[in-house]
């Protein structure tokens, strides 16, 4: 089955929330320098393009990455066209069958240049929570940096899904992908006091 990477590219200008860590790779270790290989070094956000979030990163004593388990990340993920909508709200779901759905992905296309941090993009509305976890939901995915409005301070989305058990997946790239059932794989790096983890997101086809 082939693969899709619905992964943001990480490289030099890759869009950054304002005033955060932007990207940086350099070799910090030639190969003329150590006689045998190249050694690079990474500077970044936690938050820069595809990414999971932890509770620790709106709660202060919420579970760091390293507690969160494995399996949230692994496994059939529903994609949903939600396209020309300004917000997600929970009667925009009352028509999508969410029989057997854990992980649902929604793409926006909110988020139309990926050069530029946008200043504006479809966003979760805090009653959507509560109406997911009715479905057992665990996991949602999002196709922009943020599941709130990116100017929020309250973060309603972000509590609300933790309130209801529902795991975050931002940054992903579902341009390309057709809505329907997927494998999704989007492993978190086992940082043990972070706040989130970059991840590599990847879909393959998958029979409901």
């Not at 869009?15 to 150590?34: A, H, L, N, Q, R």
């Not at 936690?46 to 579970?63: K, L, Q, R, S, W």
């Not at 976890?133 to 309603?156: F, M, T, Y």
């Not at 494998?183 to 879909?203: C, N, Q």
């Amino acid at each position: 089955m082939s693969i899709i990477d619905i992964s943001r590219r990480l490289e030099q200008g890759t869009p950054t929330w304002p005033g955060d860590t932007p990207f940086s790779y350099s070799v910090s270790w030639s190969k003329e320098e150590s006689g045998s290989v190249n050694v690079g070094k990474l500077e970044m956000s936690i938050h820069t393009g595809t990414h999971v979030d932890a509770p620790f990163h709106f709660m202060n004593n919420g579970e760091r990455i390293y507690d969160l388990d494995l399996e949230l990340y692994v496994g059939p993920a529903l994609v949903v066209d939600v396209t020309n909508l300004s917000s997600i709200a929970a009667k925009d779901l009352e028509q999508i069958d969410l029989t057997n759905v854990s992980r649902i992905l929604f793409k926006t296309n909110s988020w139309t240049d990926y050069t530029k941090f946008p200043e504006e993009v479809t966003y979760i509305e805090a009653d959507v929570a509560p109406f997911l976890a009715k479905h057992n939901i665990k996991l949602i995915g999002v196709d922009v940096p943020s599941v709130d409005p990116l100017d929020s301070k309250e973060l309603q989305a972000h509590h609300a899904l933790h309130t209801h058990h529902i795991h975050i997946l931002e940054g992903l790239d579902l341009q390309n992908v057709t809505p329907g059932w997927y494998e999704l794989m989007a492993f978190p790096l086992p940082i043990v006091e972070g706040d989130g983890s970059p991840v590599r997101a990847v879909l393959r086809s998958h029979n409901k």
